[in-house]
């Protein structure tokens, strides 16, 4: 069993950064696959970006390529979203995803984080 626990969320203007974390519970953080997606209201979840167990890749949504970016401490058990040059549409409810063995882009997570929200004001 992982358990997850997002934070760092919070209201930011529009041009402004956030970095999100990631904790993970057990001993074997370093065989997951992270990722993280995020829900706007009146929208499905969406994959946002993703970092392989290995850590050797990482994948990027069109949306956020060049903004984005996603890192991991296995030391920590924890992954990072860092959130740069943030805009209105950004603005959601980012989930932490965790995937045995996982790549860089994954669909069915095997665990999810609580989530955390990010507003993003113009």
């Known amino acids: 069993q992982v358990q997850l626990v997002e934070s760092g969320g919070g209201l930011v203007q529009a041009g402004g950064s956030l970095r999100l974390s990631c904790a993970a519970s057990g001993r074997t953080f370093s065989s997951y696959g992270m990722g993280w997606f995020r829900q706007a209201p009146g929208k499905e979840r969406e994959f946002v970006i993703g970092i392989s167990w290995t850590g050797g890749s990482t994948s990027y949504a069109d949306s956020v390529k060049g903004r984005f970016t996603c890192s991991r401490d296995n030391a920590k058990n924890t992954v990072y979203l860092q959130m740069n040059s943030l805009k209105p549409e950004d603005t959601a409810v980012y989930f932490c995803?965790?995937?045995?063995?996982?790549?860089?882009?994954?669909?069915?997570?095997?665990?999810w984080g609580q989530g955390t929200q990010v507003t993003v004001s113009s």
């Open positions: 995803a965790a995937k045995f063995r996982g790549g860089s882009v994954f669909v069915t997570p095997d665990y």
